[in-house]
């Protein structure tokens, strides 16, 4: 695992400079796809896939949660759920959405089903972040071929709906328990006509969709008109939209959003307003051996047209501004990122936690506000049964200015944690913090849980 990121993040610094990095993919660490984003209090989730490092297909096992306060910094929560959870099925955990209802959050997944093909599932959860569990025991839907890709949408009047499908649209409407459907509606499927979904361009004699849409559908809602934004035009796919005034259709195609770009042949939307701003999740292949079964999310910000129609959205390495700063005095897990060089991230039975450190290693963190006064220490929560090493602490580049640093040591076991401290000086105002791992040896370093910085 160490030796594939050493090489993969060793491209990334020559694709992205050696000292000053993007942030698109917002997730180095692994491979993510299928974005779904959700907003919860103060906080915004996005759910994603978890593609397996070499992938030749779609070798999917798990889903992963990571969320930020300010758009730049995401935290990883690990897996909050596996298709192993639902003990009918047999693989295949694939593209899903969650929403919470009356403190409960509900995830939607397809994954195939023992036996037979694809299905989709519900779990359920106490907290965004799971961990999640079957709730019914059985597939929620299952309608025949092509049960994926599940979009949830609650209205303004407490109606939810499901949709989903490829290469059908099909939706229910779910009961207001969230784990079961309207039997007396049951499944409806869309009809996929040029005026919903625009005209397809043959490639071959062998396409049998006249229409663009493709799969991967996003449902939302905006100033009382509905978005139904799909991965579309065949392989490779872009993504496109439609929209109605009302949830279920008659859906009028309005054209495509973002063109056929990033190294994956299939693409995937999920859409979010959050803190007064828009934001437009998909993910690509651009990490270094990245491609159509290894993808990374992305996000963009964005501003609807006057008329609410979408504009043209490129994939960029830049990513969304940060709407906030980070506060360096509360705790700050070591799991929350913009960007990182060589690390990787790990579960135990309590927590997510940065492991497989090696000399030269970092992490960086944007945007973090020292405030006036600025730091005089900093305190790190670390494990190591090897020889240790140091966190050399520095500003707004991998070599800038270093502000402090603290010796690691042996804690005499990889999660037998440990504080450290060490003083901090010229630390004041915004800045983009590194934290660089040092050491020598052929082993790993230590294991890092969480940091704080004490004010002066």
């Known amino acids: 695992m160490k030796k594939r990121f050493i090489t993969l993040l060793s491209a990334i610094m020559a694709f992205a400079g050696a000292t000053c990095h993007a942030d698109n993919p917002i997730v180095q660490t692994v491979y993510t796809a299928d974005p779904a984003p959700m907003v919860y209090k103060d906080?915004?989730?996005?759910?994603?896939?978890?593609?397996?490092d070499n992938s030749k297909y779609f070798v999917m096992n798990d889903w992963r949660v990571f969320s930020t306060k300010d758009m730049v910094n995401w935290t990883h929560h690990g897996s909050p759920l596996s298709w192993k959870t639902f003990a009918w099925a047999q693989g295949d955990a694939w593209a899903g959405q969650c929403i919470e209802r009356d403190g409960k959050f509900y995830y939607y997944v397809p994954v195939k089903k023992k036996g037979a093909g694809s299905v989709i599932g519900v779990a359920v959860g106490d907290t965004p972040t799971g961990p999640f569990k079957d709730a019914i025991g059985k597939p929620l839907v299952s309608s025949g071929p092509g049960d994926i890709d599940p979009t949830v949408f609650i209205d303004d009047d407490g109606q939810a709906y499901l949709y989903w499908g490829n290469p059908y649209l099909k939706y229910v409407k779910l009961n207001q328990d969230m784990i079961s459907y309207d039997q007396t509606v049951g499944v409806v499927s869309i009809p996929l006509t040029e005026e919903s979904f625009g005209k397809?361009?043959?490639?071959?004699?062998?396409?049998?969709?006249?229409?663009?849409?493709?799969?991967?559908?996003?449902?939302?809602?905006?100033?009382?008109?509905?978005?139904?934004?799909?991965?579309?035009?065949?392989?490779?796919?872009?993504?496109?939209y439609a929209t109605s005034p009302n949830p279920t259709g008659p859906w009028s195609y309005r054209g495509i959003i973002m063109p056929t770009e990033g190294g994956?042949?299939?693409?995937?939307?999920?859409?979010?307003?959050?803190k007064g701003k828009s934001y437009f999740f998909y993910h690509n292949g651009?990490?270094?051996?990245?491609?159509?079964?290894?993808?990374?999310?992305?996000?963009?910000?964005?501003?609807y047209n006057a008329d609410g129609s979408f504009p043209t959205i490129k994939m960029s390495k830049e990513g969304p501004k940060a709407i906030a700063n980070l506060d360096p005095y509360q705790k700050t897990e070591a799991e929350t990122m913009a960007w990182e060089f060589g690390i990787h991230t790990t579960t135990n039975t309590l927590n997510v936690y940065v492991t497989d450190i090696d000399n030269g290693d970092y992490i960086k963190v944007k945007n973090v506000d020292f405030g006036k006064n600025g730091a005089a220490s900093f305190s790190a929560s670390v494990a190591s049964a090897a020889q240790g090493g140091s966190i050399e602490l520095h500003l707004d580049k991998v070599d800038g200015p270093q502000i402090g640093s603290?010796?690691?040591?042996?804690?005499?076991g990889w999660e037998t944690w440990k504080s450290v401290t060490g003083k901090v000086s010229d630390a004041t105002g915004i800045h983009d913090l590194?934290?660089?791992?040092?050491?020598?040896g052929t082993e790993h370093l230590f294991n890092f849980d969480y940091w704080k910085f004490e004010k002066k």
């Not at 990490?287 to 990374?296: E, V, Y």
């Open 43 to 52: 906080t915004l989730y996005v759910y994603t896939g978890h593609d397996e």
């Open 200 to 240: 397809r361009i043959k490639k071959d004699a062998k396409e049998k969709r006249d229409t663009l849409y493709e799969e991967a559908p996003w449902l939302c809602k905006r100033n009382g008109l509905y978005y139904m934004v799909c991965a579309a035009s065949g392989i490779p796919e872009n993504i496109a």
């Open 264 to 274: 994956s042949f299939t693409n995937h939307p999920g859409l979010i307003d959050f």
């Open 286 to 303: 651009a990490l270094p051996k990245g491609g159509g079964f290894t993808r990374s999310v992305c996000v963009e910000e964005f501003a």
């Open 406 to 412: 603290v010796a690691v040591p042996n804690t005499g």
């Open 434 to 440: 590194y934290l660089v791992f040092k050491g020598n």
